[in-house]
């Protein structure tokens, strides 16, 4: 297989979050994993690997000691969801002879970057069924550029290149369609998707839908040292984790993978890192395990947990922006992010073991630290850390260009987080 074959495979098919955990069950029922419904009583087995989920765009996936000692967990954490354009209800918008779709932005997308790129539709759309409160929910994925966002010409704009704001109401609507004669003013969208679906745009009652760019993602650079490929924030830390759980085999304890999502509009539903729901899906492990409650605090304080999540490197146009001391660059080590605020949930302890899992894994590590006027984001990890009470390290892949349409990061430093992610796992 070409170098970054997989990796790329991956991400064309992991386009929005639902996909990616569609994607990310397939990977892991074809290497052995069992599904486990997160109702009724689980039957867990020593040496085997499972996957459950509340939410189309959650996963837990975990592998238990082959010798059935479960005194401690260790634990991956990443987010599923990517910036974004969700499609409004009714999201029809005619004038000057084109059809376009109302749109409100998802998280911190970078505008300008979406303009004048093939652009798709996926989520999960909501049809009618037989029982009120559970209609039936499916995936779509249009898996080819329906739309797309054509920028003003510079003749028309002359200070374009000086910097324009852009006005996301007005100028961010993705283009689908000429208008043509006998064209539905309504139901457009519905009648594409229903016929995707192969059901009437009557049984569509609602949607959870959200325009992706539609590129490919590739190596660039005179020796394909650089991942060129949207979503990689933080897509990319998936894929390194299902690959880290499926090829790490726990000498105790158990092994586990925490997909959640929502962490680009702070994490604050159901499915995302500030809720008890993993907390209820550890209840079901324990369970399912046969631990005591008394000893399953005793198993959670051995416990680790790794918040994987991408990390901004020292751009070499802006070299001012990066911290004086602590500046990462692409392909010198994954990195370990630290915060004074708690925005990550690194603290010396976890640093400290989190650096030795990687020397023992002959991996190089870098710090990043904010610039002290330049406040940064957070991630997952000490979200996770209200919940739980054990050690957690924030950690990722250097990028440039994060939340672009396109991000770039580094080809070495994968394999890198992949290898110190297996090797945490073999511990």
């Given at each position: 297989m070409d170098k970054g074959q997989d990796f790329f495979e991956y991400m064309q098919k992991a386009t929005v979050a639902v996909c990616t955990v569609r994607e990310t069950k397939n990977r892991l029922r074809q290497a052995g994993f069992e599904e486990l419904s997160p109702a009724g009583k689980w039957q867990l087995q020593a040496g085997q690997g499972y996957y459950t989920q509340t939410s189309p765009s959650m996963l837990l996936a975990f592998q238990t000691a082959a010798n059935g000692n479960y005194e401690e967990l260790r634990i991956i954490g990443a987010h599923t969801d990517n910036p974004a354009l969700k499609l409004k209800p009714a999201p029809e918008v005619d004038n000057d002879g084109y059809r376009r779709l109302n749109m409100e932005i998802y998280g911190g997308p970078i505008f300008h970057t979406w303009f004048d790129r093939p652009l798709s539709i996926a989520g999960t759309v909501a049809l009618r069924s037989d029982r009120p409160l559970a209609p039936e929910l499916r995936i779509v994925d249009l898996q080819k550029p329906v739309v797309t966002i054509p920028s003003l010409a510079i003749h028309m704009n002359r200070e374009v290149n000086k910097g324009v704001e852009i006005k996301a109401q007005k100028e961010m609507l993705p283009l689908i369609a000429t208008l043509k004669e006998k064209m539905e003013k309504e139901n457009y969208l519905l009648r594409l998707l229903a016929a995707e679906l192969g059901v009437e745009p009557a049984a569509i009652l609602d949607f959870d839908l959200f325009v992706y760019c539609a590129e490919a993602g590739s190596l660039v650079g005179a020796e394909e040292e650089f991942i060129s490929c949207p979503r990689i924030d933080d897509t990319a830390m998936v894929y390194a984790a299902m690959q880290a759980l499926i090829a790490g085999k726990p000498q105790?304890?158990?092994?586990?993978?925490?997909?959640?999502?929502?962490?680009?509009?702070?994490?604050?539903?159901?499915?995302?890192?500030?809720?008890?729901?993993?907390?209820?899906?550890?209840?079901?492990?324990?369970?399912?395990?046969?631990?005591?409650?008394?000893?399953?605090?005793?198993?959670?304080?051995?416990?680790?947990?790794?918040?994987?999540?991408?990390?901004?490197?020292?751009?070499?146009?802006?070299?001012?922006?990066?911290?004086?001391?602590?500046?990462?660059?692409?392909?010198?080590?994954?990195?370990?992010?630290?915060?004074?605020?708690?925005?990550?949930?690194?603290?010396?302890?976890?640093?400290?073991?989190?650096?030795?899992?990687?020397?023992?894994a002959q991996v190089p590590y870098q710090k990043f630290v904010n610039h002290a006027d330049i406040p940064g984001g957070k991630t997952i990890g000490s979200l996770i850390s209200r919940y739980l009470p054990i050690p957690i390290v924030d950690t990722g892949l250097a990028m440039l260009a994060m939340h672009s349409a396109r991000e770039l990061a580094g080809w070495q430093d994968m394999e890198d987080m992949i290898r110190a992610m297996t090797a945490f796992y073999s511990l």
């Amino acid at each position: 297989m070409d170098k970054g074959q997989d990796f790329f495979e991956y991400m064309q098919k992991a386009t929005v979050a639902v996909c990616t955990v569609r994607e990310t069950k397939n990977r892991l029922r074809q290497a052995g994993f069992e599904e486990l419904s997160p109702a009724g009583k689980w039957q867990l087995q020593a040496g085997q690997g499972y996957y459950t989920q509340t939410s189309p765009s959650m996963l837990l996936a975990f592998q238990t000691a082959a010798n059935g000692n479960y005194e401690e967990l260790r634990i991956i954490g990443a987010h599923t969801d990517n910036p974004a354009l969700k499609l409004k209800p009714a999201p029809e918008v005619d004038n000057d002879g084109y059809r376009r779709l109302n749109m409100e932005i998802y998280g911190g997308p970078i505008f300008h970057t979406w303009f004048d790129r093939p652009l798709s539709i996926a989520g999960t759309v909501a049809l009618r069924s037989d029982r009120p409160l559970a209609p039936e929910l499916r995936i779509v994925d249009l898996q080819k550029p329906v739309v797309t966002i054509p920028s003003l010409a510079i003749h028309m704009n002359r200070e374009v290149n000086k910097g324009v704001e852009i006005k996301a109401q007005k100028e961010m609507l993705p283009l689908i369609a000429t208008l043509k004669e006998k064209m539905e003013k309504e139901n457009y969208l519905l009648r594409l998707l229903a016929a995707e679906l192969g059901v009437e745009p009557a049984a569509i009652l609602d949607f959870d839908l959200f325009v992706y760019c539609a590129e490919a993602g590739s190596l660039v650079g005179a020796e394909e040292e650089f991942i060129s490929c949207p979503r990689i924030d933080d897509t990319a830390m998936v894929y390194a984790a299902m690959q880290a759980l499926i090829a790490g085999k726990p000498q105790t304890g158990v092994n586990a993978a925490l997909f959640v999502d929502h962490e680009e509009i702070g994490s604050l539903s159901r499915q995302g890192a500030d809720s008890m729901n993993f907390n209820l899906l550890l209840e079901k492990l324990r369970q399912g395990l046969s631990i005591e409650a008394a000893a399953w605090t005793d198993t959670l304080l051995r416990s680790f947990f790794i918040s994987a999540d991408g990390a901004h490197a020292c751009h070499p146009a802006y070299p001012e922006k990066c911290d004086p001391t602590n500046r990462p660059k692409v392909n010198r080590g994954i990195v370990i992010k630290q915060s004074g605020n708690k925005a990550y949930a690194s603290e010396a302890f976890s640093t400290a073991a989190w650096q030795q899992v990687c020397e023992q894994a002959q991996v190089p590590y870098q710090k990043f630290v904010n610039h002290a006027d330049i406040p940064g984001g957070k991630t997952i990890g000490s979200l996770i850390s209200r919940y739980l009470p054990i050690p957690i390290v924030d950690t990722g892949l250097a990028m440039l260009a994060m939340h672009s349409a396109r991000e770039l990061a580094g080809w070495q430093d994968m394999e890198d987080m992949i290898r110190a992610m297996t090797a945490f796992y073999s511990l």
